[in-house]
């Protein structure tokens, strides 16, 4: 295995290339991850999903609600229970398959080793103790310290994380905390147990554009400083974009595209991902303008083939409905699960075959590709 | 924050007393309902005329009934319930001579009704699904179902006639003999108890399942505490609604401890009233009925405050 | 006693119709999956409210608890009705060489202090309880429904008035209350379900006031009100469903506890008079002979009770499962 251990003086998470090889393990490898919900229906949440995380990046995973996005990161914690199940898959951290991990080994990893920030604050916080007794939680849960050092450290996390007077503030309700301000708290309790990285599920949404920014800043900073990991999961774009170096993009319980940041906001692939690129007139802009025809596929009785074919303008009948595309891999990294790029395909899309490298069928076969002939 | 819930409770307070005014205005009428001269009532028919009509003055019965009422609730609120014409006691001390005996009946339903329903209600929502929960739920269905009477008819014969195991009747006060009142107040706290079991379990359980759904337990387990912590944090939550439920069983509580009293001939409150209805005393009934009634608003307002204590936020500002 | 909360209407919870497909039961107290419609032609030939009412009756039929309770209803009910024909022997016939017998072949039950049949006792007894639990009911609905609709929908002191008036009825333990009420009264079937049903109207009243106080509100019920559509249409059109399914599942829940309060005030002498067999002042008399052995004169009456209560709640958690399955959750 080469060692290319990159300069020291290169930040950590500016990988121009997405899939170096650092040489080092992934800190997080999530391979063919499936998670099923068994209701009266049987929802295919999470259809095999791989990605991985080294040590330092920063990873965003984009799409819209009911993408799976939220589910994959709560398979990885554990977090799914009845009537959901992790059906296949691995979830390696640091060398250890999470999945079906003994409670103890769970109990172990969270909170010291990944720490994770959910959406509404508020909801995630318990009404009926106040956030300095929270976080306190959080802290001894993992740390031995007595009750003053973790009031103490607290209040410093409180402060660290931008909470004006956190001694006035340590003592209060949840509930007198504003939107904003609760957030920051919630980051702060996630950090209590001093994790290695830092899973962020929809920590914007549904706040003020003005807050919004904040707390970006917040995370940009609390990243460098503490040199975690990041994995962020958001539906908008512009988050994620201004804070994570690589990008997933997820559709229908599936990885549709892959990339670094600036392959997928310059020179996205997936159809799904022009779309939704397409779909936001600036991508500093909050409004969705052009909404993506048709709606986002029923989980239950999901299409066949590819996920996104009944919506996607370039599908070609007979082919993206049968059976799963093969994953595309273009050049520095970037991937896309689309058959449009393949031999075979003969819809309407003109896309530029001229980068594609490799095409790996959904089985596994791989197919080396110097061109591809239309 | 201590100064809000003053503030609740003095509100609630000042709520109760009009609430407890009409009481005493529907027990005084309802006493005044009674067909019948009171007095011959209370003498007998062939009574001398002249007693009959000191009787009457005494009684204030010769006055408007406005006047009677508020003579009456003014030495109510002096301590005064009157004076029995059956057993020409005051009232006030009958009752107070029985108050204890009450409350220690009453305090052993709500104790092991307690006991029972939360590790019950909380076994039956963790274990969702499993025979416990089905257990649990099949308790809930018939705690409601058997009257508290009977369940202690059954008891006595099992445990007291057949088993002899435990007293069949009578009372040990556990303030002079500890051990042997417990025993006394075994058989009558399971029997008052059941019912309101029965619901705090059936209640817990839901207010449980319910809690055990939401997000802030997940953000809770990503702390990387253990299971038990997390479910503390639920039963917490789950409990704040239940302890309105709490309270208003109180009444129950209350009432019930009358019939348990006649299952296991305790000599507390609840025979005097039977005994006072069935003589006739009304003065007597009518105290009972007073003072009754007086704790039970006075619980159900303890309960309230308590909720409101309990539950951030209601509470505003701390 | 549990507060019943107003149900959602039942309207919106009908009108998603379920299929019928027979025996899809699991475990017990199944709520209903409110799946796509399988409804045949011609349902644009029935009016609405009857399909609704059908498609309502259809799910209770399927829940496990509203059915098992009403068979013990009907069971119950039936006795009740046919009692002196079912009754293998005179109630009230007195054959006192067979006094105290234990249960036999000939005496299911045993005999009684007077030789008197127990188990015909017990089904006549049967009649007392059926009156009880369904007259008591009805005469809180019948004082509380009205107050509770006032009260919400007139609002103000009228509201604060009645309320407190509800209250006070309310502070009152409700085993107390129905004593007191007899005491004064008189002791006899009548003044009985009378005194029962003025114990149990403040929670009608409450259940009421509340859709009153909510409807009251609506924009249409203003517009109504301005256009002069008269008070008493609006309260009956528009509030009263809203609140019938809580009102049915309370309904229940006070038929239970009618008895069980009935049978309290019979075991403590101040029920039923004596001549007619009530099962709670059967109790009282076989309470003491729990000590020379005559088990049965205790246990059979306390068991009629439990079986017919058991059908009142039964009744009552199924329709509580069915019109607002929120209410408990994944029962």
């Known amino acids: 295995m080469t060692d290319t251990t990159p300069p020291a003086d290169a930040p950590a998470h500016d990988a121009t290339d997405a899939r170096t090889d650092g040489g080092d393990e992934p800190l997080l490898a999530v391979k063919n991850l499936t998670t099923r919900f068994y209701t009266d229906q049987t929802i295919s949440a999470v259809d095999s999903v791989s990605y991985e995380l080294r040590a330092g990046e920063t990873l965003g995973i984009v799409g819209e609600s009911g993408s799976g996005k939220s589910v994959s990161v709560r398979s990885v914690v554990g977090l799914v229970t009845e009537p959901g199940r992790i059906d296949a898959g691995e979830v390696r951290w640091k060398g250890t398959d999470l999945v079906g991990a003994s409670n103890r080994k769970l109990r172990s990893v969270r909170g010291a080793e990944i720490g994770m920030v959910f959406q509404n604050a508020e909801a995630a916080f318990d009404s009926t103790y106040t956030v300095g007794e929270q976080i306190v939680e959080a802290v001894t849960a993992h740390r031995d310290l007595s009750k003053a050092e973790a009031r103490q450290e607290a209040i410093d996390l409180l402060e660290e994380v931008g909470i004006g007077d956190p001694e006035g503030r340590v003592d209060d309700y949840p509930h007198e905390y504003s939107g904003g301000m609760a957030q920051r708290a919630m980051i702060a309790m996630a950090l209590a147990g001093e994790p290695e990285l830092l899973i962020a599920d929809e920590p914007t949404t549904g706040l003020d554009v003005s807050i919004q920014a904040g707390i970006i ?45 600036r392959q997928l906001l310059t020179a996205p692939k997936h159809p799904y991902t022009r779309a939704f690129l397409n779909s936001i007139p600036d991508v500093d802009a909050k409004s969705t303008a052009e909404a993506i025809p048709g709606s986002p596929p029923n989980l239950g009785d999901p299409p066949e083939g590819c996920r996104f074919h009944p919506r996607c303008a370039v599908a070609e009948a007979g082919l993206c409905d049968h059976e799963r595309p093969p994953t595309v891999a273009f050049q520095a990294g970037q991937e896309a699960d689309c058959y449009a790029y393949t031999e075979g395909y003969t819809g309407e899309a003109e896309y530029d075959v001229a980068e594609v490298t490799e095409v790996r069928s959904a089985e596994g076969e791989t197919q080396q590709v110097e061109e591809v002939s239309r | 924050m201590a100064s809000r819930v003053q503030e609740f409770f003095v509100r609630r307070l000042l709520w109760a007393v009009p609430v407890l005014v009409l009481v005493s205005v529907i027990i005084f009428g309802l006493v005044r309902m009674v067909p019948g001269d009171p007095a011959v009532v209370m003498l007998g028919a062939d009574a001398d005329p002249a007693r009959l009509e000191a009787v009457r003055q005494e009684l204030g019965l010769d006055k408007s009934l406005p006047v009677q009422y508020f003579d009456y609730a003014a030495s109510v609120v002096q301590g005064d319930l009157g004076r029995s014409y059956i057993t020409n006691q005051q009232v006030s001390e009958a009752v107070a001579s029985r108050l204890p005996t009450t409350l220690f009946v009453t305090a052993a339903g709500f104790t092991v009704s307690l006991l029972v329903a939360i590790p019950a209600g909380t076994l039956s929502a963790v274990k969702r699904g499993t025979a416990w929960d089905s257990a649990g739920l ?108 709490i309270g208003m069983q109180f009444g129950y509580l209350l009432g019930g401890s009358i019939i348990i009293e006649v299952v296991f001939s305790i000599p507390g409150m609840g025979r005097l009233l039977i005994g006072a209805i069935s003589s006739r005393d009304y003065i007597t009934l009518q105290g009972l009925v007073l003072v009754y009634t007086t704790f039970f608003v006075l619980v159900n307002l303890l309960v309230d405050t308590t909720y409101f204590y309990l539950n951030p936020k209601l509470r505003g500002d701390g | ?117 127990v188990f015909s006792r017990v089904l006549l007894g049967a009649r007392i309880a059926a009156q009880v639990a369904v007259a008591t009911p009805l005469v809180a609905m019948s004082i509380g429904v009205p107050i509770g609709l006032v009260a919400g929908y007139v609002g103000g002191r009228t509201d604060d008035g009645l309320m407190r008036l509800m209250d006070a009825i309310f502070a009152f333990p409700t085993i107390l209350l129905g004593l007191t009420l007899v005491a004064v009264f008189g002791q006899s079937l009548t003044n009985i379900v009378l005194a029962l049903g003025i114990v149990f109207i403040p929670q009608f009243a409450r259940i009421t006031r509340g859709s009153a106080v909510s409807v009251a509100q609506e924009e249409h019920v203003r517009a109504a009100r301005s256009l002069g559509a008269s008070n008493a249409r609006i309260l009956l059109l528009h509030v009263l469903p809203f609140c019938i399914s809580a009102i049915l599942v309370q309904a229940t829940i006070t038929g239970a506890l009618a008895i069980i309060l009935e049978s309290s005030l019979s075991f403590l002498g101040v029920g039923v008079p004596p001549p007619q067999p009530s099962w709670g002042s059967m109790l009282r008399v076989g309470k003491g002979y729990i000590n020379s052995g005559e088990w049965w004169y205790s246990v059979f009456p306390g068991l009629a009770i439990v079986a017919s209560v058991l059908g009142f709640n039964l009744l009552g958690d199924g329709l509580r499962d069915v019109l607002d399955p929120r209410s408990d959750p994944n029962r």
């Open chain 3, 1 to 117: 006693m549990t507060d019943g909360t107003p149900g959602s209407d039942p309207a919106t919870e009908a009108a998603a119709p379920v299929t019928t497909d027979d025996g899809a039961a699991t475990d017990g107290g199944e709520t209903v999956v409110s799946g796509s419609s399988a409804e045949g032609e011609g349902s644009t030939r029935e009016s609405p409210a009857v399909r609704r009412t059908k498609a309502f009756a259809a799910r209770v039929r399927r829940n496990r608890l509203a059915s098992g309770g009403l068979v013990i209803m009907s069971a119950f009910v039936f006795v009740a009705v046919f009692a002196p024909i079912l009754a293998p022997y005179d109630p009230a016939v007195v054959d006192v060489p067979n006094r105290l017998q234990a249960p036999s072949a000939d005496h299911l039950m045993g005999t009684d202090r007077y030789g008197r049949d």
């Open chain 1, 217 to 261: 800043d917040l995370f940009r900073d609390l990243v460098a400083e503490r040199e975690m990991s990041l994995v962020l999961i958001s539906h908008d774009l512009g988050v994620v974009s201004q804070l994570c170096e690589r990008m997933l993009v997820m559709y229908g319980g599936r990885v549709a595209e892959r990339g670094t940041r």
């Open chain 2, 138 to 245: 099949t308790f809930g269905l018939l705690g409601v179902s058997i009257p508290n009477f009977w369940l202690g008819i059954v008891l006595l014969l099992l445990f007291g006639v057949n088993l002899d195991w435990l007293p069949v009747a009578g009372y040990v006060s556990p303030l002079e003999n500890p051990i042997e009142g417990l025993r006394y107040l075994i058989l009558p706290g399971i029997t008052l108890g059941t019912a309101m079991a029965a619901i705090v379990t059936r209640m817990l359980r839901s207010e449980l399942l319910e809690e055990l759904h939401e997000e802030y337990l997940d953000a809770v387990r990503m702390k990387g505490v253990s299971e038990p912590r997390v479910l503390v944090h639920a039963m917490k939550n789950a409990f704040i609604p239940v302890v309105t439920v």
